[in-house]
C-alpha cells in the first residue's frame, strides 16, 4: 500500500525504531513480563482459548512515542512545579536482588552485570545459550522481578539525583498518556496545562508539596490494588479454561522454595506450584508428609536426600530455570475455608523428570513409569537434556562477563 497514511505510519515506525536505539544506548533496558490472552465465546464468555500475549511492531511503534511524550512533559512540568510535579522514579535495584539469579545463570557460564542499567541491559543482551531460544526472555522476565517497583512521587519530596527511572535510564520520568484510566495523568495534565497557557488559574492541588505528596501515596497503594485485581482476574478465567481439563506441558522452574518449586508454563502464560513431598498436605492422623527432596541454600535447588560426599552431584535435583514437563488441571477440593471464601485451586503436577513420590504418571502413559525418564539440568556451563536412556544432545556455550 502506497497511500499517506500508510506511508505516514512507515515513516512513524522508522522514527520509532531510532528512538528504542537511542533508548538502549543510554542503557533502558528490554524486560519482559508473561501476558495471558483470552479467547471468549461469543454467547458465553467462557474462555476457550489462553495464550501468551505476543507484542507487535506496531506495539513497539505506539510504545515509544508514549516514552516520549511522558519524559518530556515530566521535563517541562518540573521546570513550572519544581516542588510539586507529579512524577514517577524507577529506584535501582539493591545489591543483594540478584544474588540467586547471579548464582543460578554462572552454572551456565553467564554473568550478569547490574552496576549500572546499561551493564545490566548488556549483560541481558549476551546471555544467549545456543538452541535454548526461550532461555533468555525466561531471564529477562526473572529480572523483572528481581527489581524494585516504580512509584509516583511528588518532586519536592526527593533530591533530584533519586528522580531517575532505572528502567528506562531517564532523569524524568511520569505518566501522561493515559488519563482515561489513571488519575495520576490527570493530575499531570492539569499541571502542563498550567505550564502552557499563561491564562489558566489553578489552586493550591497543583502546589501543595505535603497534599501532592500524600496524593502519590494514595496512587502507588491503588496502582497496586489494581495490579493485584487483574492477577486475580487471570486467575479467575484460567481456573474456567482448565475446568474439567487435563494439560501436560513444558515448563520452566522460575523459583526454588524450601517445600516447593515454581514453574511458568509458556503456552499459557501461568505459573503453579509443585511440592517437593509426597503429600503437600498433613495425613489425617496428623503425620507429616514424607520428604523427598531437601532445600540446599547454597546452590537454591531442592535436591534428593541421599548422603553425599565433597563434591559429589546428588541425584535429582531441581534448580532454576530447568525444563519440566507437568501436568495442569483444577483442584475440586475447596480451598480457603470458610462460607463464601472457598475457591478452586490450579493444580500443577510434575511429570519429567521422574521423582519417585511427586511425579504423577501421564495422560498416554499411565502405566509406563520409564516414559517419564526425563532429565533437565545445568551444571558446570552445560545444559544437558536427556530422555529415556538417550545420550546427551545439546550443551550450552558459555558466556564471558560483559
Known amino acids: 500500500m502506497q497511500d499517506d497514511i500508510t506511508e505516514g505510519i512507515r515513516i512513524l515506525n522508522q522514527l520509532a525504531k531510532k528512538l528504542k536505539q537511542r533508548r538502549l544506548d543510554n542503557g533502558a533496558l528490554t524486560l519482559a513480563?508473561?501476558?495471558?490472552?483470552?479467547?471468549?465465546?461469543?454467547?458465553?464468555?467462557?474462555?476457550?482459548?489462553?495464550?501468551?500475549?505476543?507484542?507487535?511492531?506496531?506495539?513497539?511503534?505506539?510504545?515509544?512515542?508514549?516514552?516520549?511524550?511522558?519524559?518530556?512533559?515530566?521535563?517541562k512540568i518540573y521546570e513550572k512545579f519544581p516542588?510539586?510535579?507529579?512524577?514517577?522514579?524507577?529506584?535501582s535495584p539493591p545489591a543483594t536482588s540478584f544474588e540467586k539469579l547471579e548464582k543460578a545463570v554462572a552454572r551456565m557460564g553467564i554473568t550478569i552485570d547490574h552496576s549500572t542499567s546499561k551493564a545490566l541491559s548488556e549483560s541481558l543482551d549476551n546471555a544467549v545459550i545456543p538452541g535454548e531460544p526461550y532461555f533468555n526472555k525466561l531471564l529477562r522476565i526473572l529480572t523483572t522481578r528481581y527489581m524494585m517497583q516504580a512509584v509516583y512521587f511528588c518532586s519536592g519530596s526527593m533530591?533530584?539525583?533519586?528522580?531517575r527511572h532505572y528502567g528506562l535510564a531517564t532523569d524524568f520520568y511520569t505518566h501522561f498518556t493515559s488519563p482515561i484510566r489513571r488519575y495520576s495523568d490527570v493530575m499531570v495534565h492539569r499541571q502542563l496545562q498550567a505550564t502552557i497557557d499563561?491564562?489558566?488559574?489553578?489552586?493550591?492541588?497543583?502546589?501543595?508539596?505535603?497534599?501532592?505528596?500524600?496524593?502519590?501515596g494514595v496512587l502507588n497503594h491503588r496502582n497496586r490494588?489494581?495490579?493485584?485485581?487483574?492477577?486475580?482476574?487471570v486467575e479467575l478465567f484460567t481456573h474456567l479454561f482448565f475446568k474439567n481439563k487435563v494439560e501436560e506441558e513444558e515448563g520452566y522452574v522460575i523459583r526454588i522454595l524450601k517445600n516447593a518449586f515454581i514453574v511458568l508454563v509458556p503456552k499459557y502464560g501461568i505459573e503453579g506450584i509443585v511440592y517437593a513431598s509426597a503429600k503437600a498436605h498433613k495425613s489425617t492422623d496428623g503425620t507429616s508428609s514424607s520428604t523427598i527432596l531437601v532445600y540446599n541454600p547454597e546452590t537454591?535447588?531442592?535436591?534428593?536426600?541421599?548422603?553425599?560426599?565433597?563434591?559429589?552431584?546428588?541425584?535429582i535435583q531441581i534448580q532454576l530455570f530447568q525444563k519440566v514437563m507437568v501436568q495442569i488441571s483444577?483442584?475440586?477440593?475447596?480451598?480457603?475455608?470458610?462460607e463464601g471464601g472457598m475457591r478452586q485451586k490450579l493444580k500443577m503436577a510434575l511429570l519429567k523428570p521422574w521423582i519417585e513420590g511427586i511425579s504423577v504418571h501421564g495422560i498416554s502413559n499411565k502405566n509406563n513409569p520409564e516414559a517419564h525418564a526425563f532429565i533437565s539440568t545445568v551444571n558446570d556451563g552445560a545444559v544437558k537434556r536427556r530422555e529415556g536412556s538417550g545420550e546427551e544432545t545439546k550443551r550450552g556455550g558459555k558466556r564471558s562477563k560483559v
Open 33 to 75: 513480563s508473561p501476558e495471558v490472552r483470552f479467547s471468549l465465546e461469543r454467547d458465553t464468555q467462557d474462555p476457550v482459548d489462553v495464550e501468551m500475549k505476543e507484542l507487535k511492531e506496531t506495539n513497539a511503534l505506539v510504545e515509544e512515542f508514549m516514552l516520549l511524550a511522558n519524559i518530556s512533559v515530566a521535563r
Open 83 to 91: 516542588d510539586s510535579a507529579m512524577l514517577r522514579c524507577h529506584p
Open 159 to 163: 533530591t533530584k539525583q533519586e528522580f
Open 198 to 216: 499563561s491564562d489558566v488559574s489553578y489552586g493550591k492541588e497543583l502546589t501543595d508539596k505535603e497534599a501532592m505528596n500524600e496524593l502519590c
Open 225 to 233: 490494588m489494581a495490579q493485584q485485581a487483574a492477577r486475580s482476574s
Open 300 to 315: 537454591d535447588s531442592l535436591q534428593s536426600t541421599e548422603p553425599l560426599s565433597e563434591g559429589q552431584i546428588p541425584k
Open 330 to 338: 483444577i483442584d475440586d477440593d475447596l480451598k480457603g475455608g470458610g
